[in-house]
């Protein structure tokens, strides 16, 4: 496969530096360089690594108009980022996009829209998708190994300094719209659209007053209802869990799921290598940097026609308008 010339626009993302590191790690990949339009982030960024050694666009325009560039990593602020993203369709590129897709709605759907017109790519960086754990779990539940899922419940919570909490509290849902939908993604690909959406967002922790910080969402199917609660204020290391019901078995990911190294398997009988009744299936840590180069990987095989996406769009708008949902930018 011949080298793909990419760039970074942006590096205010939570996922920014290890995205940077897997382009470079990456054969396949040729770096273009990197474009901040913030002086104080480039100045904290530029010649520190993993950007040691990277040039740095003077403008937007020098890495929009180069068409060279073929695919661009998107990891600005999410407050920026659905604007740089929608840019970089139009100068069209593939975008590697990290989540979530924006506050506003009619905007994602133009840039998707746009994307489909143009047969580009735009992949959300949701890495659990590359979690062998997540993966198997949704293969199950998918393939009714499970039987008919009727219950998911998702704990994703996290410690997060005031400076991330001032930087968050610009979005209305606070934590759940940060984090939130890392676990919608792996729920709807599951259960499809919620038919009612309800959420909690609750200022517990007196830091940050515009923040939300302690949250909840439910998520109401014809026959499931999903349970997804992140808060910004848990002791490390955080006891993030993930468990699936079904009307014939279910199975847990067993707390944390980063390295997520244990599976519980509760089955009603014997099936596919199983026992009837509880077992434990033991995977790899699962590293997040490593997580982070199968998503890279499997976006330069999409783009490169050796693969269908992961993900179709009609996946990428449903994770993000059921995050809009809970988090109160658009009806629930």
């Known amino acids: 496969m011949a080298k793909v010339r990419m760039a970074q626009y942006g590096t205010g993302h939570g996922h920014a530096s290890g995205k940077w590191l897997a382009m470079k790690k990456n054969e396949q990949v040729e770096l273009a360089g990197i474009f901040e339009p913030d002086p104080e982030k480039r100045q904290a960024a530029e010649g520190k690594p993993p950007y040691d050694g990277a040039h740095w666009f003077a403008s937007a325009s020098e890495l929009l108009e180069d068409q060279s560039i073929v695919a661009v990593a998107s990891e600005g602020r999410n407050e920026e980022s659905l604007e740089q993203t929608e840019a970089l369709v139009v100068a069209g590129k593939h975008v590697w996009y990290d989540k979530p897709a924006g506050d506003n709605w009619a905007q994602w759907k133009r840039v998707v829209r746009k994307a489909e017109e143009q047969h580009l790519l735009v992949q959300l960086g949701y890495m659990l998708r590359y979690h062998q754990g997540f993966s198997q779990i949704t293969e199950w539940a998918r393939s009714g190994f499970l039987g008919e899922i009727f219950s998911v419940r998702a704990h994703m919570s996290t ?24 676990m919608l993604d792996q729920v709807v690909w599951m259960l499809g659209r919620p038919r009612k959406v309800s959420a909690f967002l609750r200022h517990d922790a007196g830091v940050v007053p515009d923040f939300k910080d302690n949250t909840l969402g439910v998520f109401e199917f014809d026959h499931a209802i999903a349970f997804i609660d992140i808060a910004a204020m848990e002791t490390p290391p955080m006891a993030r869990r ?27 009988g014997a099936r596919d290598g199983f026992q009837q009744g509880e077992q434990w299936v033991h995977i790899p840590p699962q590293d997040r940097q490593v997580l982070y180069e199968r ?33 109160g930018g658009i009806g629930a």
Do not use: M, N, W
Request: include cysteine.
């Open 159 to 182: 410690c997060i300094p005031e400076a991330a909490r001032k930087i968050i509290s610009v979005h209305h849902g606070g934590i759940l719209y940060d984090l939130g939908g890392h």
């Open 242 to 268: 993930f468990e699936v019901y079904g009307s014939r078995g279910s199975a847990i990911l067993v707390e944390p799921f980063e390295p997520g190294r244990t599976l519980r398997v509760c089955l009603d």
């Open 295 to 327: 998503e890279l990987a499997s976006f330069l095989a999409t783009i490169a026609g050796a693969q269908a996406p992961d993900r179709p769009y009609a996946h990428e708008l449903l994770v993000q308008e059921t995050l809009l949902r809970a988090t």
